[in-house]
T-cell receptor, first 110, second 113 residues
Framework: QKEVEQNSGPLSVPEGAIASLNCTYSDRGSQSFFWYRQYSGKSPELIMSIYSNGDKEDGRFTAQLNKASQYVSLLIRDSQPSDSATYLCAVLGVGQNFVFGPGTRLSVLP | DVKVTQSSRYLVKRTGEKVFLECVQDMDHENMFWYRQDPGLGLRLIYFSYDVKMKEKGDIPEGYSVSREKKERFSLILESASTNQTSMYLC????????????FGPGTRLTVT
């Protein structure tokens, strides 16, 4: 089992819709969770971090964490074509083991 | 703004050559990282450094070495390049208190023929 799993996509949503990106992880002791966005041909950039169960909102982005079920998700409200990118989930596990998922490609259709 | 720069965007080398990839950050960050990114495999950590002259192996250090002689500069060395080292190489840095909130450079696409 891979340590951090994401659906590779592409996930296609119409402009204005909510995009929901999911990530599951295997290390039950994981404490910190991050979402990075990577535009095609560019390097990743950090957009959200979450450390405790529940929701964390930042503008149009909401990160959701459920440690009992070992998943973390990213919701993008009012999706825009400029949100089209690959979204990488990263998890800090036990022993400072920091692992990126393979990423989900999001396509927002005008 | 944090700025992380890498010496080359594209590099083509022959099998067996020694390859140097350079990374420089201008935000006085203590931590620096080298990753490679391959389709379907995501980002994999090669080496990281939390201080000058300090280094730690990541998940895939075989075939690579690193050097950190100055705080702002972290070099990745491929001692004898092989075709399976063809990849996108990404450097990142972070502050001591936020090790995993990383800032990435633009990447170097290395092709080994």
């Amino acid at each position: 089992q891979k340590e951090v799993e994401q659906n590779s996509g592409p996930l296609s949503v119409p402009e204005g819709a909510i995009a929901s990106l999911n990530c599951t992880y295997s290390d039950r002791g994981s404490q910190s969770f991050f979402w990075y966005r990577q535009y095609s041909g560019k390097s990743p950039e950090l957009i959200m971090s979450i450390y405790s169960n529940g929701d964390k909102e930042d503008g149009r982005f909401t990160a959701q964490l459920n440690k009992a079920s070992q998943y973390v998700s990213l919701l993008i409200r009012d999706s825009q074509p400029s949100d089209s990118a690959t979204y990488l989930c990263a998890v800090l596990g036990v022993g400072q083991n920091f692992v990126f998922g393979p990423g989900t490609r999001l396509s927002v259709l005008p | 703004d944090v700025k992380v720069t890498q010496s080359s965007r594209y590099l083509v080398k022959r099998t067996g050559e020694k390859v140097f990839l350079e990374c420089v950050q201008d935000m006085d960050h203590e931590n620096m990282f080298w990753y490679r990114q391959d389709p379907g495999l995501g980002l994999r950590l090669i080496y990281f450094s939390y201080d000058v002259k300090m280094k730690e192996k990541g998940d895939i250090p075989e075939g690579y070495s690193v050097s950190r002689e100055k705080k702002e500069r972290f070099s990745l060395i491929l001692e004898s390049a092989s075709t399976n080292q063809t990849s996108m190489y990404l450097c990142a840095s972070s502050a001591r208190g936020n090790m995993y909130e990383q800032y990435f450079g633009p990447g170097t696409r290395l092709t080994v023929t």
